[in-house]
């Protein structure tokens, strides 16, 4: 650690001697180091997951030309970023208004300088809120603890803050991850997750070695999140509302065997995939209606993995269906996290199925972009894994694809990447300057 320390200090010092002032943050510096230390078992286990076993779509999908529905203007793409929990926890001298908005505006500020239009936000990590809500307690990242008392509204303050930028703000929320841990008395006496769970015994709720879940199949639980979503529309003025890929937790089992029990006795006829595709289809649709009723102009969005197959499959994320049909979603977003000459999941193929799959031209086909990536290893890309490493044009090269094949936009993993200071996120944000002015 001391060693990268100064390795960091002295980029710092080469780069005052070329670099602008306004181009550094030491904000966004400090959260890039905390983000990478953060997510780097998570994420290794995610990609590890997501490369394993690539499955291509059916057959007559494939044979359909694999260009999307341009937009209206190919040379103005939707541009995003993602920006997560860990980027918006009060920590590191960060935990007063005045420090918080500051590190805020600094992140806003290096988001303009690629362009980017629009922010997703998570405000609800683990059925928890980072602003005052009547169904979610305070996050632990913003309070003392699950349940604490919030210093200041965060959420509120990113609106007002992103709004002076001149930024549209999505409320990105988790709708069924409760936790990584499986303490269910860990939880905040005010989390709606342990106060369904009594007894050890809940259908509402489902306790893994992995985490806590909400059960998608609870009508109860689809209730709690709509009404989440509501009052995240009526209090804030917000772009829309956002999902991310966490559906159906990994290796389900029979968790939810007596709700499907109980839809079969009824004369239900769908098999128990099929089923749960369609528990959490319904979600979506719902909110789709919750979001609408605020105006159609209000965006739903949702952003599941890259790989269909382990969609479909796996988390029981029927993309097929929300990318077909209207009333799903407004926009998908999957994170193609892959660069050109990744061993199983190459981005050129994973982003023709993808557009494939979009042909209807009812919804909007957004890409997300692994940024945090750059000049890392890719330990499960088999052949491809020193791509990042050796190219620093990755990202760009990828936005002129998305271009190239008529997609909506892109979005890329995630703001506190976007920083100019450490050297391999400047050289591929530098290319991609240049790609999008």
């Excluded at 760009?396 to 100019?420: E, H, M, N, P, T």
Aim: aromatic share 14%.
């Amino acid at each position: 650690m001391k060693r990268f320390i100064l390795v960091l200090l002295l980029i710092f010092f080469l780069f005052c001697a070329c670099v602008k002032t306004d181009d550094l943050s030491p904000y966004v510096n400090e959260t890039v180091l905390q983000t990478q230390q953060t997510y780097a078992a998570e994420k290794e286990t995610t990609e590890k997951l997501k490369a394993e076993n690539y499955v291509s779509f059916p057959a007559e999908i494939e044979a359909t030309a694999h260009t999307a529905a341009a937009p209206e203007n190919t040379a103005s793409l939707f541009s995003a970023s993602w920006l997560s929990y860990i980027e918006l926890s009060l920590v590191g001298g960060r935990n007063t208004k005045e420090s918080y908005t500051a590190y805020i505006d600094g992140i806003f500020d290096n988001m303009k300088k690629v362009n980017i239009t629009d922010v997703f936000v998570q405000v609800r990590p683990f059925a928890d809120a980072f602003y005052p809500s009547d169904y979610f307690p305070a996050t632990a990242y913003a309070a003392s603890e699950q349940g604490g008392t919030l210093p200041f509204d965060v959420f509120g303050l990113i609106v007002e803050r992103a709004k002076l930028k001149g930024l549209n703000i999505h409320a990105w929320i988790n709708p069924y991850r409760v936790s990584h841990g499986n303490d269910i008395k860990a939880l905040s006496e005010k989390n709606p997750a342990r106060m369904m769970f009594k007894e050890g015994i809940s259908e509402d709720v489902a306790v893994t070695e992995k985490g806590i879940y909400f059960n998608p199949a609870s009508e109860k639980v689809r209730k709690l999140i709509t009404d989440g979503v509501k009052e995240l529309l009526k209090k804030y003025d917000i772009k829309g509302i956002h999902i991310d890929d966490y559906f159906y937790f990994e290796n389900c089992g029979d968790f939810d065997s007596r709700q499907y029990s109980v839809y079969t006795s009824l004369g239900g006829s769908l098999d128990l995939a099929e089923w749960r595709r369609e528990n959490v289809s319904t979600l979506l649709s719902t909110l789709y209606s919750a979001v609408k009723a605020f105006g159609e102009e209000k965006i739903f969005s949702v952003s599941p993995a890259g790989d269909i197959a382990k969609c479909y499959n796996e988390s029981y994320a029927d993309v097929y269906l929300w990318c077909r049909e209207e009333g799903y979603c407004d926009m998908i977003i999957p994170q193609i996290y892959f660069g050109f000459d990744h061993g199983k999941l190459p981005f050129t193929r994973c982003l023709e199925d993808w557009t494939a799959l979009c042909m209807s031209g009812k919804v909007k086909l957004t890409v997300g972009l692994a940024l945090y990536k750059a000049g890392q290893e890719d330990a499960y890309a088999l052949s491809g894994k020193d791509e990042w490493v050796k190219n620093h044009d990755i990202i760009a090269r990828q936005v002129q694809l998305i271009r190239d094949k008529g997609c909506y936009g892109y979005a890329l993993y995630s703001g506190a990447y976007i920083d100019f200071f450490e050297k391999s996120f400047a050289e591929e944000l530098n290319n991609l300057k240049t790609m999008v002015y």
